[in-house]
């Protein structure tokens, strides 16, 4: 599902606390999620040698209780959890990697000059490959790609 207005109003709002890090935000969603002001924020992430990190998570509710998914930020280039990933895949010209939980993919993430980025799944991994990569594959800066 189609989802430009309703997110693009949390990504310009974090924007604003994140002057140095692009945020990109889905253009698409799953078909029963939803958004809430209060489902965006941003924070810091300070790593192992104690720099300090600049990040934002935006969570949507995916349709069914307790089912959150997640698009999240950070100007940190190698966060752990991008360590291993299980395939790589080129698409509109971004490096993709896939992280997988048995057969389901757990995380879509990708890497720009400026920072990490990468999609979530539920804990109950709802969301099905396709749409996982749909999501991905969405994820637009304000005002550019």
Do not use: C
């Amino acid at each position: 599902m189609r989802n430009r207005a309703a997110v693009e109003n949390l990504a310009a709002q974090l924007q604003v606390k994140l002057s140095s890090l692009p945020v990109y935000y889905p253009t698409l969603m799953g078909a029963t999620a939803s958004y809430r002001p209060t489902d965006a924020r941003a924070y810091d992430i300070v790593d192992r040698n104690g720099q300090r990190h600049r990040a934002y998570r935006i969570v949507a509710y995916g349709g069914q209780i307790g089912q959150y998914y997640g698009i999240q930020g950070t100007d940190w280039r190698s966060p752990p959890i991008l360590d291993d990933p299980t395939r790589r895949e080129t698409a509109d010209g971004r490096k993709y990697e896939v992280f997988y939980d048995g057969s389901r993919i757990k995380l879509v993430a990708w890497r720009s000059r400026r920072g990490s980025y990468w999609v979530s799944n539920t804990l109950q991994r709802t969301l099905t490959n396709k749409q996982m990569l749909a999501i991905a594959h969405s994820l637009r800066s304000l005002g550019g790609r």
